[in-house]
């Protein structure tokens, strides 16, 4: 039991190191595996943040693997393409064409981003935190749930928010 209250502290420390940003994407590209991992690549996304005001707060970049090898923990049972096409879906991209046309589609998109800065070093990632939603008709809806008529949930466009972008380009704040 020991064991499993240092790993949960241990996880709280961790995600007490977690920030959460909306931001927008400004570019896409496929690239070399940044540590010259053979038979892989990756996709590296150009992303700008914006604050809690909605005023940016600057660029970072998200790196997404394409390869063969599995994941760990939860994600063991998935290769790292797998959970690359996830996200990329997530997102709003469809198919398995990577050309560059392709991944331009994903430009302007919002995404929510993840900061998780650990002893390592600051890493940011895609990620399906969102703000929460709130509720006013709790009570009908647990009415509706306990008669067995629940009324379907509102539904999202994603999990991380991605609308599509206005038909005239907005201009690029981080520019």
Not at 62 to 67: A, G, H, K, R
Not at 96 to 124: F, H, Q
Request: one cysteine or more; hydrophobic letters at 35%; proline letters at 6%.
């Amino acid at each position: 039991m020991l064991r499993n209250n240092e790993q949960r502290k241990k996880t709280m420390a961790e995600n007490a190191n977690r920030k959460y940003y909306d931001g927008q994407i400004l570019k896409v590209e496929t690239i070399e595996h940044r540590f010259n991992r053979p038979n892989a690549f990756e996709i590296r996304a150009e992303v700008g943040i914006f604050n809690a005001d909605k005023t940016p707060k600057g660029k970072v970049e998200v790196f997404l693997e394409v390869s063969m090898e599995y994941g760990k923990g939860n994600n063991s049972s998935k290769t790292q393409w797998q959970m690359t096409q996830e996200t990329l879906r997530s997102l709003g991209f469809e198919g398995d064409d990577l050309s560059a046309p392709r991944l331009a589609t994903l430009v302007n998109k919002s995404c929510r981003i993840c900061e998780n800065v650990t002893d390592k070093g600051t890493n940011y990632y895609f990620s399906s935190n969102r703000p929460v939603t709130v509720i006013t008709d709790a009570n009908e809806r647990l009415r509706a749930m306990m008669s067995g008529c629940m009324a379907p949930a509102p539904s999202f466009a994603s999990p991380f928010g991605t609308e599509t972008a206005p038909a005239a380009q907005a201009p690029n704040p981080f520019e």
